[in-house]
Nanobody, 123 residues
């Protein structure tokens, strides 16, 4: 499956933004979808994960209550709604896919990766 993230941009502290992950090649209904992010000079970290049908989701503590992951299997697309953005949310956001659900997947757990989209939050 090929993944492409989009929707990043420059926003201000407190703003909202939704990034999307469009899949092609295979239907994403067979895959668990996740979002990771990588800030400048830091390692890539887990943000959120959603199960195949969307009935289960898990978040990193740093985004819990502010971010919401969702998916639309009919559109072969996953989303990450980000509210109350903070400067520390500035990063390249990557979507990833895997066959298995883990509540806190690591980078090495994901089989497929898309190119990221940059989110910059100004103070």
């Amino acid at each position: 499956v090929q993944l492409q993230a989009s929707g990043g941009g420059l926003v201000q502290t407190g703003d909202s933004l939704r990034v999307s992950c469009a899949a092609s090649g295979r239907t994403i209904s067979n895959y668990v979808m996740a979002w990771f992010r990588q800030a400048p000079g830091k390692e890539r970290e887990f943000v959120a994960v959603i199960s195949w049908t969307g009935d289960l989701a898990s978040y990193a503590d740093s985004v819990k209550g502010r971010f919401t992951i969702s998916r639309d299997n009919t559109k072969n697309t996953a989303y990450l709604q980000m509210n109350s953005l903070k400067p520390e949310d500035t990063a390249i956001y990557y979507c990833a896919a895997d066959l298995y659900f883990r509540s806190q997947p690591g980078v090495g757990d994901m089989d497929y990766w898309g190119k990221g989209t940059l989110v910059t939050v100004s103070s």
